[in-house]
């Protein structure tokens, strides 16, 4: 029933003590059934389907074969500097955040602190806090500068939040009214400058940190054209960095 399979495309992976290959199941096909494939170089060869099956679409890994792994570079010198996950194509969806269970790390850190995530993400890319490839080894206190970056603004924001006025019921007018003094006008300003000042920040240097996440695996815009980076960082910052978390993991 599988005589008419188109024929797969196998993707080098991450370099790896055994040469890997990422395959996109063609069909349904279970365990043992064997199917052609080819390297990105047009060298076709026989995969085997691991133990389980798979289902159409599904991307699962096999070692390559020993006679084509002697000559076949998998990734660049460059691509064994960081591990992580595949080249041209993202490890899994953007909305894969559950994909490692509810209890995962990053999951987490995502949602209650993102930018904290996005600074390991920089650290693993060798980037600086500001989210530009790090001179020399600079890019190993990205991590603390950003921790600092972040306390500090909470620290910021705590001491300079705006109190609420006190306000009390007037039985004559039945309404309430404020009997304690407003926030000085300096510090709703100094604490508005301060939050956007944070944002924008954080705004950037997520879009400039996905932009190397996909220039350095050679990953293509799925949606938007160049914007797809600053569109996913302004509407989803949360699963945006989750994603590249999950990608540049070994």
């Not at 990105?40 to 389980?52: H, L, M, N, S, T």
């Not at 938007?224 to 910052?237: P, Q, S, Y």
């Amino acid at each position: 029933k599988y005589e008419s399979l188109p024929l797969a495309t196998a993707t080098p992976v991450v370099a790896t003590a055994t040469p890997m290959v990422e395959v996109t199941a063609p069909a349904t096909l279970s365990a043992g059934y064997t199917f052609d494939s080819s390297l990105p170089d047009g060298r076709i060869f026989k995969i085997q389907v691991p133990a389980g099956g798979v289902t159409a679409g599904q991307r699962f890994s096999v070692p390559l074969p020993t006679e084509l792994s002697s000559s076949t570079p998998l990734v660049g010198e460059d691509d064994t500097a960081l591990g992580g996950g595949p080249k041209y194509h993202w490890k899994d969806a953007l909305c894969g955040c559950f994909n490692y269970g509810i209890c995962h790390p990053s999951l987490w850190n995502a949602m209650f602190c993102p930018l904290i995530l996005m600074a390991q993400v920089a650290t693993r890319m060798k980037l600086s806090w500001l989210g530009s490839p790090a001179e020399g080894d600079l890019w190993r206190n990205t991590f603390k500068i950003v921790v600092s970056i972040v306390v500090l603004y909470y620290v910021i924001s705590g001491i300079l939040a705006p109190f609420k006025p006190d306000y009390e019921y007037d039985e004559k007018t039945g309404e309430m009214v404020q009997v304690g003094p407003d926030a000085p006008l300096w510090v709703t300003v100094v604490n508005n400058i301060v939050g956007m000042s944070f944002g924008v920040y954080s705004l950037i240097v997520m879009i400039k940190v996905r932009r190397s996440v996909r220039q350095r695996y050679e990953i293509e815009a799925d949606c938007c054209g160049d914007a797809e980076d600053c569109c996913c960082v302004f509407f989803c910052n949360c699963c945006t960095v989750a994603q590249m978390a999950r990608h540049t993991a070994d």
